[in-house]
């Protein structure tokens, strides 16, 4: 089989039903169940340092989310069951939410990866989640986009201006053309290895991978972690 069949394969991973306000919302291939299950339940030991983050520092709990910008999937995440998550979790102090990127559906993933992490770099926490959110929101609805190359660096850019200022954004292109983002995917996609990622999204609570199917079984994850459990 081919390395290219082996992605959708990961992709369209099994995942299960969300529940969202009073309707009924179906997300084919959630992959908090992707495949290639870690049989070790221990915690692993993740670096949070540098990394983009939403909530208090002092919540006592960290969730981490491994996702890739071309993913139809991870689009559905951020707009489907993110806002629970924050709502719930977040905003009541009960977590911390990091967002990490595993880049392997094309070249694309790894373009709009980079970019994004030297928007966090040059312009901070707050100026990323604003670009993360907006670049979810350019995805296109048709998933064969995903054997094209869209992100372009000239997309990317284009984007960029629609929430920041032009010298802002020329900070942001001259990092981003110098590599100085490369560090930083690099060590984000050696935890995923570390981690036996093989889909996204994947949640991981304080180290430990997120096995469950649905907000209540997060939620009550989150409770076990943050009780020591």
Not at 12 to 19: D, E, G, L
Not at 50 to 64: F, L, N, R, T
Not at 170 to 193: I, L, Q, R, Y
């Amino acid at each position: 089989m081919s390395n290219k069949n082996n992605k959708k394969q990961k992709q369209s991973s099994a995942f299960t039903f969300w529940i969202i306000g009073l309707v009924a919302v179906i997300i084919i291939g959630f992959i908090f169940l992707a495949n290639g299950k870690k049989e070790d339940t221990a915690a692993y030991e993740i670096d949070y340092e540098a990394q983009p983050y939403v909530g208090d520092e002092s919540a006592p709990v960290k969730i981490v989310e491994f996702g890739d910008y071309k993913c139809p999937v991870c689009k559905t995440f951020e707009e489907n069951f993110f806002p629970s998550i924050k709502s719930e979790l977040v905003d009541t102090g009960k977590a911390q939410f990091y967002f990490m990127n595993y880049s392997f559906i094309n070249v694309d993933s790894t373009r709009s990866a980079k970019f994004a992490e030297s928007v966090y770099q040059e312009l901070g926490n707050e100026t990323f989640w604003k670009f993360h959110e907006l670049l979810f929101s350019k995805q296109p609805d048709d998933h064969k986009y995903e054997k094209e190359d869209i992100f372009t660096d000239d997309f990317l850019e284009k984007t960029l201006k629609e929430i920041a200022n032009e010298a802002d954004v020329k900070k942001v292109v001259a990092s981003f053309k110098a590599g100085k983002s490369e560090e930083h995917w690099n060590k984000d996609m050696k935890t995923a290895e570390e981690l036996a990622v093989s889909g996204t999204p994947s949640l991981f609570v304080n180290g430990q991978k997120f096995e469950g199917n649905t907000i209540d079984d997060l939620k009550k994850m989150v409770d076990e972690a943050a009780k020591g459990k």
